[in-house]
């Protein structure tokens, strides 16, 4: 990887954090509705998981072009970790402060999107031992890790990270849903589909984890990538069941948004793929995976624009519509990761 390439893809996430951090502002400056308020702070909200995926990237890319020292083997993850928690304590700030139907559905996605840049952090630590996969790759199976791996023990504490997190999201979801309320249930829904992109990233985790320490085998290839599939599956039928429940405009925000998760989900299998088809084998159409965000990202952004179109005929639809583009910024920033993690893996 050339220099050049390796600027612009620490640059992807980055503008992408800029351009949901910028656009969230200026919704906020637009009007102090409900509405406003709540899709301002949702896209404040996932510059949360840009600057997280800026971490990965950059963990990465500096040991690709050697330029990857303790300093920013701490320093990268920490980064990541701190916009995460910083980022769940604003979300549980905003829905404590009372019952209001804005604040209660802000925050807990404030919440579940801090937890999802916890677990982004995560892959990023993970990330911190990547060039050791293709030692792993060239060792015999069932051989051992290659010298500098992480222990067995790590290993294992890095895997349970997203699985705690994706259990805490879902557990909170169920308070809500037992609440009853109409916010609670809005907030549920999409705190749901925030806690299984979480549970989607343990599979991103655990295939890092796994080849560094050479115990990624032939069994388990595709098993992740159908974990991945599933997660965004369920969150795709999810918001269409929401959508199809009922007349009310109050469907239509977590309907839409969780299909907008799902296309993130599916933006992460991209990930996992890439790293099943290329572990011990060669894949001609390696270079070809990354279009799968690209492809989230315009469904994303298309998407969008008819939500603008038709929020002069449905007011229900002015949150989903501006929450689909902080969502298609996201799934571009996985374009950039993606990216990296072929040309990391590439064999030429």
């Known amino acids: 990887m ?25 919704i906020l400056s637009g009007s102090d509705n409900a509405g406003h308020f709540v899709a301002g702070h949702v896209n404040i909200a996932l510059t949360a998981i840009c600057i997280a995926l800026f971490t990965t990237a950059a963990t990465i890319i500096r040991q690709l072009i050697h330029r ?82 992480y222990s067995r023990t790590a290993g294992a504490v890095l895997v349970a990270v997203p699985v705690v997190l994706a259990a805490v999201g879902l557990v909170i979801s169920a308070t809500l849903y037992a609440h009853g309320g109409t916010p609670q249930l809005v907030a549920a829904h999409v705190l749901t589909g925030l806690s299984l992109i979480c549970a989607a990233l343990i599979a991103l985790v655990a295939s890092i984890v796994r080849q560094v320490r050479n115990e990624f085998g032939d069994a388990e290839r595709y098993r992740w990538t159908w974990w991945v599939v599933a997660m965004g599956t369920i969150n795709v039928v999810l918001g269409i069941g929401v959508l199809l429940a009922s007349d009310d405009p109050n469907r239509l925000a977590p309907g839409v948004v969780l299909i907008g998760l799902g296309l993130v989900c599916f933006s992460i299998l991209s990930k996992v793929l890439l790293l099943a088809l290329v572990w011990r084998q060669v894949f001609a159409l390696a270079n070809r995976i ?23 005929r449905q007011a229900g639809l002015f949150v989903p519509a501006h929450v689909m583009v902080g969502l298609g910024a996201v799934c571009f920033t996985l374009f950039s990761i993606v990216s990296i993690l072929e040309a990391g893996t590439s064999k030429d």
């Open 290 to 312: 990354p279009l799968i965000p690209v492809g989230t990202a315009l469904a994303c952004l298309f998407t969008a624009a008819f939500l603008f179109e038709g929020t002069e």
């Open 2 to 26: 050339n220099r050049s390439i390796s600027i612009l893809f620490r640059a992807i996430p980055l503008v992408m954090g800029v351009v949901c951090l910028a656009f969230g502002l200026d």
């Open 68 to 149: 990857y020292g303790e300093v920013w083997e701490v320093a990268l993850p920490v980064l990541g970790y701190l916009v995460a928690f910083g980022t769940m304590v604003w979300g549980v700030t905003v829905f404590t402060r009372g019952d209001e139907p804005k604040l209660v559905v802000a925050g807990h996605v404030m919440l579940g999107i801090g937890l999802i840049a916890a677990c982004v952090s995560t892959v990023a630590t993970a990330s911190t031992k990547f060039v050791l996969i293709q030692q792993a790759a060239a060792r015999a199976p069932g051989s051992g890790p290659p010298d500098g791996a």
